[in-house]
């Protein structure tokens, strides 16, 4: 009895512990994203304000890229939602799988945002010209910036998943550390986060030009 008792102490002592760690993250993490809101919120609704003063620009066709960029992000957040399943179940191989898929998507997103701002020079519009342009690919360009961020962590992510793969010991060790499965929580929270994101300004950017 005194061993079962000793043993759950202990389980609890370490839980509290991995919570106090966590916390920190938690909200440097949470006011990050009240910070980026109020940003990009702030860059629509002045970029709606401009249009709604203006004139539509004339022989501007929306880049198809666009489309298929949020099609890719979107996806994106679907095998992402996987990683934390496969953690608490221990599956290495999902795990590494749906990190893979996940940074696989997110550089075809880049590559097709890469590909729409090409169109768009294309058609002779450029950042210091037309004011709702330079709102596009300034807002654009910003998002562009917090997908790069995350993908600079996702990378970091595939990479410890790799390091464990087929190798029992450090998969155990791994899976076995709640502070990862917090790192995969928080992440997830940033992923989705840039999703919802860049859906509201594609719709918002769609339907303006």
């Known amino acids: 009895m ?115 701002w090409k169109s768009i020079y294309d058609q002779g519009f450029h950042l210091n010209g037309n004011a709702g342009i330079t709102f596009l690919y300034s807002i654009t360009g910003l998002h562009f910036l917090h997908t790069g961020a995350g993908m600079i962590y996702l990378f970091y992510l595939n990479l410890k998943a790799f390091d464990i793969w087929n190798d029992p010991v450090r998969s155990l060790l791994y899976f076995s550390n709640q502070f990862e499965g917090m790192r995969l929580e928080l992440f997830s929270s940033y992923w989705h986060f840039i999703n919802v994101i860049w859906l509201f300004l594609f719709l918002t950017f769609l339907f303006s030009f």
Not at 13 to 36: C, W
Not at 80 to 97: A, I, P, Q, T, V
């Open 2 to 116: 005194r061993q079962d008792k000793t043993g759950k102490e202990a389980r609890s002592s370490s839980l509290e512990v991995q919570r106090e760690r966590t916390q920190p993250y938690k909200a440097i993490l949470f006011f990050a994203l009240v910070g980026s809101s109020v940003l990009f919120l702030s860059l629509v609704v002045m970029f709606i304000v401009w249009y709604t003063h203006n004139e539509p620009l004339e022989q501007f066709a929306f880049p198809k890229s666009f489309v298929l960029s949020t099609l890719a992000l979107l996806f994106s957040s679907y095998t992402l939602s996987f990683c934390h399943r496969h953690y608490k179940e221990d599956h290495s191989n999902g795990l590494l799988f749906s990190l893979a898929a996940t940074l696989f998507l997110s550089g075809l997103f880049v590559v097709l945002q890469v590909y729409a």
